[in-house]
């Protein structure tokens, strides 16, 4: 996560702060994301599992809701991206709660499904927030995209909650669904996450983002990009090395954005089989 000097002064400038507190708050703000930092996975560990890839990470506060992570156990490789409730400072705090218990959930000795992964997840969220289901709680939590590769058995398995994935293969584009519930207390009667398996092949290509790439604002009419236009990016250039990919994502949503504000944390990784 880098840091960007100019981007933290133009948010807190928007905000009227009385003497000196509006540095004491930069420097605060600063910090929490040097601490949220810290909680990700580091560029050459994403890289060393997955050599081919690339990861746009654009934060529209200064620490961010949004949050991604990857770790291996026995081979196995654990992908997850994440929308936490809100973004700046609630979302951060949330992404650090998620990021803690997934580590924890997946640190047992006994490797688990997609499906119950996001299951304890859940538990854990709900349990931690002291959410029991009454209409006046607030419904906080997270969307979430979980890709579980193993690249041995060549397999994956997905679960989503109110979250799905792009695989692109032999020319054709297929959207992976989760389940239209969060990662936390619903609205609904909650039932368990689903997981999808299916088999891989060399030189597939996978996509998890979150929505804040597609509801930018932005062009003549200063309407929102949508998911069509990013599906044909991601398709129209899968063949690309990677980072070309990147590249070429970041250059159409500054030029759709343009000078409107940044509405929501934007997060998108590619990764190629």
């Given at each position: 996560?880098?840091?960007?000097?100019?981007?933290?002064?133009n948010?807190?400038?928007?905000?009227?702060?009385p003497?000196?507190?509006k540095r004491?708050?930069?420097?605060?703000?600063?910090?929490a994301?040097?601490?949220?930092?810290?909680?990700?996975?580091?560029t050459?560990?994403f890289e060393?599992?997955?050599?081919?890839?690339?990861?746009i990470f654009e934060?529209?506060?200064?620490?961010?809701g949004?949050?991604y992570?990857?770790t291996k156990k026995?081979g196995?490789?654990?992908?997850?991206?994440a929308?936490c409730?809100?973004?700046?400072?609630p979302?951060?705090?949330?992404?650090?709660?998620?990021?803690s218990?997934?580590n924890?959930?997946v640190s047992?000795?006994?490797?688990?499904?997609a499906?119950?992964?996001?299951?304890l997840?859940?538990?854990?969220?709900?349990?931690a927030?002291?959410q029991?289901?009454d209409?006046?709680?607030l419904?906080?939590?997270?969307?979430l995209?979980?890709?579980?590769i193993?690249?041995?058995?060549?397999?994956?398995?997905?679960a989503?909650?109110?979250?799905?994935?792009?695989?692109?293969?032999?020319?054709?584009l297929?959207?992976?669904?989760g389940?239209?519930?969060?990662?936390?207390?619903n609205a609904?009667?909650?039932?368990?996450f689903?997981g999808h398996?299916?088999k891989?092949?060399?030189?597939?290509?996978?996509y998890l983002?979150t929505?804040?790439?597609?509801?930018q604002?932005?062009g003549?009419?200063?309407?929102?990009f949508?998911?069509?236009?990013?599906?044909d990016?991601?398709?129209?250039?899968?063949?690309?090395?990677m980072?070309e990919?990147?590249q070429?994502?970041q250059?159409?949503?500054?030029d759709?954005?343009g000078k409107v504000?940044?509405?929501?944390?934007?997060l998108v990784?590619?990764?190629?089989?």
């Amino acid at each position: 996560m880098e840091l960007n000097n100019e981007s933290d002064i133009n948010a807190l400038n928007k905000i009227n702060f009385p003497g000196g507190h509006k540095r004491e708050l930069l420097a605060s703000l600063r910090y929490a994301r040097y601490i949220q930092s810290a909680m990700f996975p580091s560029t050459d560990y994403f890289e060393q599992i997955f050599p081919e890839s690339f990861i746009i990470f654009e934060p529209r506060d200064i620490v961010s809701g949004d949050f991604y992570w990857i770790t291996k156990k026995k081979g196995v490789i654990f992908l997850a991206v994440a929308d936490c409730t809100g973004h700046g400072v609630p979302g951060a705090l949330m992404s650090i709660m998620g990021i803690s218990f997934l580590n924890e959930i997946v640190s047992r000795d006994k490797l688990l499904s997609a499906g119950s992964v996001l299951n304890l997840l859940r538990e854990k969220v709900m349990k931690a927030l002291h959410q029991t289901g009454d209409i006046s709680e607030l419904k906080d939590g997270m969307d979430l995209a979980l890709c579980i590769i193993d690249n041995e058995n060549e397999q994956m398995e997905f679960a989503g909650a109110n979250h799905y994935v792009y695989l692109v293969r032999n020319e054709k584009l297929t959207k992976l669904k989760g389940d239209r519930m969060p990662i936390g207390i619903n609205a609904i009667e909650e039932h368990s996450f689903t997981g999808h398996t299916l088999k891989l092949f060399k030189n597939d290509r996978i996509y998890l983002f979150t929505d804040g790439y597609v509801d930018q604002f932005g062009g003549p009419r200063e309407k929102k990009f949508k998911y069509g236009p990013f599906r044909d990016i991601l398709y129209k250039n899968h063949q690309k090395p990677m980072n070309e990919q990147k590249q070429i994502l970041q250059k159409a949503f500054r030029d759709w954005k343009g000078k409107v504000d940044q509405v929501d944390d934007v997060l998108v990784i590619g990764i190629k089989i």
